[in-house]
């Protein structure tokens, strides 16, 4: 924004697009709230999401669930396999695994 590189994700209301861009952002681009500036949109080079073992494991058995989680943008995918695997136990890994398969057959984005 204004040459001064940042990331976030870009949002959208009414039909139309916005960066949200917190006071540090805007002091370095020398920006105020309001102000129109040039911007470069270049996709995030991010690593494919891998999901943790259990839920590699849930998604096995469960084609229309397994299908519908490759088809989410990695920001859905990394929020379910990010609760699953912040779980401290095997058990609890499993049961979170299991209640996401259960999302995706819903249809549910996300939790």
Known sequence: MNGTEFEGSLGSSGGEFF???NK????????????????AVEPADLEPVRPP???AD???GEPDAAAFFDGLSGFYQRQYTGWIAGAKSADTRSSRAAEVVALLKQGRKQR
């Not at 952002?25 to 129109?36: F, M, S, Y």
């Open 24 to 39: 540090k952002l805007r002091e370095a681009a020398g920006v105020e709230p309001g102000d129109e500036v040039a911007v």
């Open 19 to 21: 960066f949200p861009v």
């Open 58 to 60: 849930a998604l096995r």
């Open 53 to 55: 073992a259990e839920l």
